[in-house]
């Protein structure tokens, strides 16, 4: 089954503590992508990646780190999480970014993070 | 500055009736929208996309309207159902970036 899937699908941490929220899928798509989504807010773009070792910053790329050492994976990084960190965490993946524009997007099921 | 947004946040209406949930974009260089569903616990489901060549264009139940004169973006669904239920979202590349940049969603509620 053709999935994004992203670990752990919940999490309460602890301010400083660093933690790695892991996100793999399984269509081979070039593009993957990093939100967060809070009440009023709606969706905003952390980190995207338009290929292996290409990664670019977001709208919110603050206190956050990703890699992508491989395709199909693309990790997100919190260094030092922060009690303003606390959020749903989304993963997404496309098959391409044809001439800059991104094609249908694939969501994970979300990560719900709680920094105390 | 440049956003995406949504006219009204909640939408409530009857089963079997249509829906009509609208967006608004200010991106003048805005040429591809995309339509998000987004149901409770759930990741977000592509609906439907359109072209800014476009002004028209219907998929299952669902049909997407453009009207770049007034940057204006609306979803109809048609014969509303109750797993129609959800949080939608328009989206916007802004102008060709590589960015996808998303409303802030609006709540349909079908009432049975």
């Known amino acids: 089954e053709a999935q994004v899937t992203q670990n752990p699908r919940y999490l309460i941490t602890v301010t400083g503590k660093k933690l790695t929220v892991t996100c793999s899928q399984n269509m081979n798509h070039e593009y993957m992508s990093w939100y967060r989504q809070d009440p009023g807010l709606g969706l905003r773009q952390i980190y995207y990646s338009m290929n292996v070792e290409v990664t670019d910053k977001g709208d919110v790329p603050e206190g956050y780190k990703v890699s992508r050492k491989e395709k199909r994976n693309f990790p997100l990084i919190l260094e030092s999480p922060s009690p303003n960190q606390t959020s749903l965490y989304f993963c997404a993946s496309s098959l391409s970014a044809d001439r800059g524009i991104i094609g249908e997007l694939f969501f994970g099921e979300g990560s719900r993070l709680t920094v105390l | 500055g440049e956003s995406v947004g949504l006219h009204l946040p909640t939408l409530s209406v009857q089963e079997g009736d249509n829906s009509i949930i609208n967006c608004a974009y200010s991106n003048s260089a805005s040429d591809y929208f995309i339509w998000y569903k987004q149901e409770s616990g759930k990741g977000p489901q592509f609906i439907i996309d359109?072209?800014?060549?476009?002004d028209k264009r219907q998929g299952q139940r669902v049909t997407v309207l453009l009207n770049k004169t007034v940057k204006h973006l609306s979803l109809q669904i048609a014969a509303t159902q109750p797993g129609d239920s959800a949080v939608y979202f328009c989206?916007?590349?802004?102008?060709?970036?590589?960015?996808?940049?998303f409303g802030k969603g609006t709540k349909l509620t079908v009432n049975p």
């Open positions: 359109i072209r800014s060549n476009m």
């Open positions: 989206a916007d590349t802004q102008g060709g970036s590589e960015k996808l940049v």
